[in-house]
């Protein structure tokens, strides 16, 4: 047993990086309901195999009980004593209303959004390629403009910047070992460099020449 305690702490030895994943794995399974992370891979919004002849085929309900994937309605029918939420569509996105989400799941620090006169809530991170001008705050993992009292954008940034791995990652990005500049950055620099832009001055084409009609020529007698 003590053999295998050095092995394992022994510095810069693959052992030591597979049983930190392992730590934080367990860590996140721990952490999070069992039907998030699968609940985050489903994909919605397609046709149903079982009901493809009925017009209400179209998948968008998941069941955090059964967590086998995308339902249409009429597969609702049996899991009926279960608990279900509906996935709806905003940009192309999928998105749950805070009302549905919030009886199983603690949603601090992930930004809201009004449609259609209900507050939602984004499954997935949605990157932008850059923050726009003027902006204060952003998400912490994929750097989304967020209003100042918001962390996260969605639900799986929300995993992932919460994680043990991800947040010894973001220090070692803030603070680099012999680092000589004093305190650190707030923000994981971004490794993308700023297209700048180019601008080319063109010449403003000469019109051509034209023939005064005869019509306007001065006779003299």
Known sequence: MKLKNRRIMGAGGPMEEEVGEEEDEEEQSNKWPPWLKPLLQTSFFVQCK??????????????????????????????????????????????????????????????TYIINSARIVFLNERPQPRPGKGVTNTCQVCERSLLDSFSFCSLGCKIVGTSKSFRSKKLCIEEPEGSDSGGGNSRIPSFTPEATATYRTTKRRKGVPHRAPLGALIIQY
């Open 50 to 111: 079982l009901h493809a002849d009925s017009h209400r085929s179209e998948c968008n309900m998941y069941c955090l009980d059964c967590k086998n994937g995308a339902l249409c309605s009429i597969c609702l029918h049996f899991h009926k004593d279960h608990r279900a939420i509906q996935i709806r569509r905003s940009s192309y996105h999928d998105v749950i209303r805070v009302s549905e989400i919030q009886k199983f799941l603690d949603i601090a620090g992930v930004q």
